[in-house]
């Protein structure tokens, strides 16, 4: 992707997916800028984090409820992340480095 291309493709994310935030911590000022997408990844996990999931409600739940919910649910999720998020992460990097911590 020609450098063009990826300031209109990220710029197009980040204002369609994300946000930025400022925060200030021990005399440092950091800049967190993320984004998001929503898949569907019932698919690749478990029988056992299935059947976990299915007594909840539909809804949307923090990362930190589901891991409290059984490792099992958590690790299925951190074996199986979005593709096309994880490409972008390492296309930012690639960019960016080192300015981008990994």
């Given at each position: 992707?020609?450098?063009?291309?990826?300031?209109?493709?990220?710029?197009?994310?980040?204002?369609?997916?994300?946000?930025?935030?400022?925060?200030?911590?021990?005399?440092?000022?950091?800049?967190?800028?993320?984004?998001?997408?929503?898949?569907?990844?019932?698919?690749?996990?478990?029988?056992?984090?299935?059947?976990?999931?299915?007594?909840?409600?539909?809804?949307?739940?923090?990362?930190?409820?589901?891991?409290?919910?059984?490792?099992?649910?958590?690790?299925?999720?951190?074996?199986?992340?979005?593709?096309l998020l994880l490409k972008e992460r390492r296309e930012l990097?690639?960019?960016?480095?080192?300015?981008?911590?990994?």
């Open positions: 992707m020609n450098n063009d291309v990826w300031k209109y493709y990220i710029q197009t994310t980040l204002t369609e997916d994300g946000c930025g935030t400022l925060t200030i911590r021990n005399g440092f000022l950091r800049m967190i800028i993320q984004w998001e997408r929503t898949i569907d990844i019932t698919d690749a996990l478990s029988e056992t984090s299935k059947d976990i999931l299915k007594t909840l409600n539909p809804g949307t739940y923090a990362p930190s409820f589901i891991k409290k919910l059984g490792w099992k649910v958590y690790e299925d999720i951190l074996e199986h992340p979005p593709m990097i690639r960019r960016h480095y080192p300015q981008i911590p990994t």
